[in-house]
C-alpha cells in the first residue's frame, strides 16, 4: 500500500497521486510537487489515504511542500507571460505558414518549460517553429498536439443545454460514448441535436446509459406481444426511465399504459412473451 494525496492542476483536470511525506495537508490546500515535466502548482482535492500498487504510477512522485503567499503571486506571473506567449506563437505559427491552431500555452511552475497546446488536422512539422520560440524564450519548448474535446475543455463554452460545458467544469476524464447510447435513449440522431461544441458526441449520452441499459434488460421490445391484466396485447411505445408500457389490446383499438411491475410475472420477475 501507498500512502497518496490527490492533486488536480487545472479545474477539471486529471487527478494525480503523490507521496505527502510528513506534511499534514488538507482538502482545498495548494502544494508545490514534482511532475514528469518539471516542478507544478497544484490544489489537494483527496486528502491523504492508502492505495494499492494498481491505482498509481511508479516511482511515485513527492509533494515538495505546502505552497506559500508568494507562490500565489508567481502562478500569476506565470498566466500573464503565458498570454505573451501565446501571442507570440500565433505570430510565429502564421510566419512559417504551419497548418496548426494554437489553443493554449502555459509555463511549468519553475519556469523551466513552456507547453504550446494545439490542433491540427494532420501532423505538422514545427521543428524549425521550435527552434524560433526557443531562441525567443531561452527555454524548453513542448509543442503538444490535442484532439478537438480537449480543445473545448481548455476554451470552455455553453451548451446547448444552455449550461457551461461539463468537460471544462468538472469532468476530469472523457469516457467513450457512442451513437447506440442515443439511439437506446430513443434520441434524435441527427448530429446538431447530439454534438458538443467540440462536434463529437455530447459527455452526458453517457450519464444516463447504464439506467437505459438495465431497463432494457426487464423490458420488453416494441412490437413483443405480452399478457396484460386485460388480455394479450402488443407493446406500441416504451418509457424506459420510468418503466412504462404502452400496449394496444389484440381485439381492441384503444392503447393502455402499464408499470413494468403491473404485468410482470412476480414469481420470476419476467414480463410474459406470447410467441
Do not use: W
Not at 501507498?2 to 482538502?27: C, H, Q, S, T
Not at 513527492?62 to 501571442?87: M, S, T
Not at 490542433?119 to 490535442?146: H, M, P, W, Y
Not at 437505459?212 to 411505445?237: C, F, H, L, N, W
Request: net charge negative.
Amino acid at each position: 500500500m501507498y500512502k497518496v494525496v490527490g492533486v488536480r492542476f487545472k479545474k477539471a483536470g486529471k487527478i494525480y497521486y503523490f507521496d505527502p511525506l510528513d506534511f499534514e495537508l488538507n482538502i482545498d490546500e495548494y502544494v508545490i510537487v514534482e511532475t514528469a515535466r518539471g516542478v507544478e502548482y497544484g490544489k489537494v482535492v483527496i486528502p491523504a489515504r492508502e492505495v494499492g500498487e494498481n491505482d498509481v504510477v511508479l516511482p511515485l512522485r513527492k509533494v515538495v511542500r505546502p505552497a506559500l503567499e508568494g507562490d500565489i503571486e508567481k502562478v500569476d506571473e506565470n498566466r500573464q507571460e503565458a498570454e505573451k506567449a501565446f501571442n507570440t506563437g500565433v505570430s510565429k505559427i502564421s510566419e512559417h505558414n504551419l497548418e496548426m491552431k494554437l489553443v493554449d500555452v502555459e509555463y511549468t511552475f519553475d519556469r523551466n518549460k513552456i507547453v504550446f497546446y494545439f490542433t491540427a488536422e494532420g501532423r505538422v512539422d514545427f521543428r524549425n517553429l521550435v527552434k524560433d520560440l526557443a531562441s525567443i524564450f531561452r527555454t524548453r519548448i513542448e509543442l503538444r498536439q490535442i484532439g478537438v474535446r480537449d480543445e473545448a475543455k481548455m476554451l470552455g463554452g455553453i451548451g446547448p443545454c444552455g449550461r457551461m460545458l461539463c468537460c471544462s467544469t468538472f469532468l476530469g476524464d472523457f469516457e467513450p460514448v457512442s451513437i447506440k447510447m442515443a439511439k437506446d435513449q430513443n434520441l434524435s440522431l441527427n448530429p446538431s441535436k447530439i454534438s458538443g461544441l467540440c462536434g463529437r458526441l455530447m459527455c452526458c449520452l453517457k450519464y444516463e446509459n447504464d439506467d437505459y441499459e438495465e431497463a432494457k434488460k426487464m423490458m420488453p421490445d416494441i412490437g413483443a406481444r405480452i399478457d396484460t391484466p386485460e388480455g394479450p396485447g402488443r407493446v406500441v411505445g416504451l418509457n424506459l426511465l420510468e418503466r412504462l408500457l404502452q400496449v394496444r389490446l389484440l381485439d381492441e383499438e384503444h392503447v393502455l399504459e402499464y408499470t413494468l411491475e403491473e404485468i410482470m410475472d412476480p414469481k420470476n420477475k419476467m414480463v410474459h412473451l406470447i410467441k
